[in-house]
C-alpha cells in the first residue's frame, strides 16, 4: 500500500469513528505517537507539539533518511508519525506555555510523554490544562505513572520496563544474559494501546457525563498486563521459566525453522500421525502432557526427519491442515513480501525524500473496521512545518505576531 492510497473510495462516505476529535500531542520517541498515529487512522486530527530546533527525539534516531532541507528524520519517527502536523514550541518560556494553554482549550484530548511530573513542574499538567479547559482528556504516559510509584523518578525506555516485568528474566538461559527487545518495542506499543483504549474510554465517559478526565497509563503497569504470565504462573508453582506440561517449541524444516503449539491430547494425537508416527499417540512415554516435554528429544527427531525436504511454510501448512497450529519463523525479507501482509494492507510505503529508490515501509492499520476506508494517509510532518498555519488557524495570530514568536525563540 503507498502513501495516500485509499483501499475502498466507496468507503469514504461512511466516514471514520473519530472524525472531529481533535488532539495537542506533546510527545516524543514512540509509546504516545505510536497511540495518536493509530488515533489518526480512525480519523482523528493530531497536532504535535515538539521543541524548537531539535523536535522529537525519535527525528534523531537511526537508520534515517533527510527530510528536503537535509535535516535527519529517523526510523522511530518515521513509523509513528504519519498523518499529523507539527508545531514547534518552547514549553520552557511562559510565552510558550500559554500558547499551548491556549491551544488546548481548542483540542478534545491532550495527550503527553514526559517523564513523570516533568510537565507539572512546566505548568502544563492536567490540573492546569482542566482549569482552563474543563471537558479535557489527558492522557499522560510515563514510565511509571503520575503517582504512587516508588520509581517515579527513573527515566524508562522500552526495555527498561520490559526488564522489569519479569519476562527477560523469565525468558533467560543459565548464566546467558537477558536478550533485550526481544519482540522490537513492546514496550512502547503495548503501552500505546493501553493509552489508545483509555482515550476512548475517556472520550465516551464524556459524551455520558459532560466531565474531562485524567488517563495516567505507566510503561511498566502496561509490562505487567501484557507479560501475565510471569505473576500468574508463579502464583501456581512455576518457577525458572517454566511454561507447564505444554508442547510449543521450534523446529528445523528444509529451509529454516517452524514453531508448533500442542497443548491438548487430540492435538498430540493428529501431530504424531502427521509425521507419519501413528503409534506414539498410545506410547506410554507420551501418555502425559509432560511427557511430551520429558522425550522432547524423541519427538524433535521424529518431527524434523518428517520436515526434513519441506520449506518451513510447507511443514506448517501441512500440520494446519490438520488442525495443528504451526507457522514458519519469517527472515524480514519474508515479512516483507509476505501474501497476508500484502492482501491486509499492513505496510505502507512511504517514498524516501534523499533520493534513495527503496521506500521506507511503516506497518499499516491492524484495526479493519467494515464500512471505513483505510487511507488515504499522509506522510510524517517535516520539524516545524505547521507552525504558522496553527497559529494563525487556531488562535488567530497574524503574521506579524507569529514572527516576533519565532524571532524571540517561542516558536519555530
Avoid at 503517582?147 to 546467558?176: H, L
Avoid at 510503561?219 to 508453582?237: E, Q
Avoid at 487430540?266 to 499417540?281: C, D, K, N, S, T
Avoid at 479493519?368 to 516545524?384: C, D, F, M, N, Q
Wanted: charged fraction near 25%; hydrophobic fraction near 45%.
Amino acid at each position: 500500500m503507498k502513501l495516500g492510497d485509499v483501499v475502498d473510495p466507496d468507503d469514504l462516505v461512511h466516514g471514520r469513528p473519530l472524525d472531529g476529535v481533535r488532539i495537542l500531542a506533546l510527545e516524543q520517541m514512540q509509546a504516545l505517537p505510536w497511540a495518536t498515529q493509530l488515533l489518526t487512522r480512525l480519523g482523528a486530527e493530531v497536532v504535535k507539539v515538539e521543541a524548537v530546533g531539535t523536535g522529537d527525539q525519535g527525528r534523531g534516531s537511526l537508520p534515517a533518511m533527510t527530510d528536503p532541507e537535509g535535516r535527519r528524520v529517523g526510523a522511530t519517527f518515521l513509523r509513528t508519525n504519519l498523518n499529523k502536523r507539527s508545531m514547534c514550541v518552547d514549553l520552557k518560556s511562559d510565552r510558550g506555555r500559554q500558547l499551548v494553554l491556549d491551544l488546548a482549550r481548542r483540542f478534545d484530548v491532550v495527550a503527553e510523554n514526559f517523564k513523570g511530573g516533568a510537565l507539572a513542574r512546566l505548568g502544563l499538567a492536567y490540573d492546569d490544562v482542566a482549569a482552563v479547559h474543563p471537558a479535557v482528556v489527558y492522557l499522560s504516559v510515563s514510565g511509571f505513572g503520575s503517582s504512587g510509584s516508588p520509581y517515579a523518578d527513573m527515566p524508562a525506555f522500552a526495555p527498561i520496563v520490559e526488564a522489569m516485568s519479569g519476562i527477560y528474566e523469565m525468558k533467560r538461559q543459565g548464566d546467558d544474559p537477558p536478550v533485550v527487545a526481544p519482540v522490537g518495542a513492546l514496550g512502547d506499543i503495548g503501552t500505546a494501546l493501553f493509552g489508545v483504549i483509555g482515550v476512548l474510554a475517556a472520550l465516551r465517559h464524556r459524551d455520558q457525563t459532560g466531565r474531562g478526565s485524567h488517563v495516567d497509563v505507566a510503561m511498566l503497569d502496561a509490562m505487567v498486563a501484557m507479560t501475565d504470565i510471569v505473576t500468574n504462573f508463579w502464583s501456581m508453582g512455576l518457577r525458572g521459566g517454566e511454561l507447564g506440561p505444554l508442547l510449543m517449541h521450534g523446529f528445523r524444516a528444509r529451509d529454516g525453522w517452524f514453531v508448533v503449539q500442542v497443548g491438548r491430547e487430540h492435538q498430540f494425537a493428529r501431530l504424531v500421525e502427521a509425521i507419519g508416527r501413528p503409534e506414539w499417540a498410545a506410547d506410554e512415554r507420551f501418555a502425559t502432557r509432560q511427557g511430551w516435554l520429558d522425550h522432547l528429544d524423541v519427538l524433535r527427531d521424529g518431527i524434523e526427519t518428517w520436515a526434513a525436504d519441506k520449506t518451513s511454510m510447507e511443514a506448517a501448512r501441512a500440520l494446519g491442515a490438520v488442525g495443528v497450529a504451526s507457522g514458519p519463523c519469517l527472515s524480514d525479507e519474508q515479512v516483507v513480501a509476505d501474501p497476508h501482509v500484502a492482501a491486509r494492507n499492513m505496510l505502507v510505503e512511504v517514498p524516501r525524500t534523499d533520493g534513495v529508490e527503496q521506500p521506507v515501509l511503516v506497518p499499516g492499520n491492524p484495526v479493519k473496521i467494515s464500512g471505513v476506508a483505510e487511507g488515504p494517509e499522509t506522510r510524517v510532518p517535516w520539524l516545524g512545518e505547521h507552525t504558522d498555519a496553527i497559529l494563525a488557524e487556531e488562535l488567530g495570530l497574524d503574521a506579524d505576531s507569529i514572527a516576533a514568536l519565532r524571532a524571540d525563540g517561542v516558536v519555530g
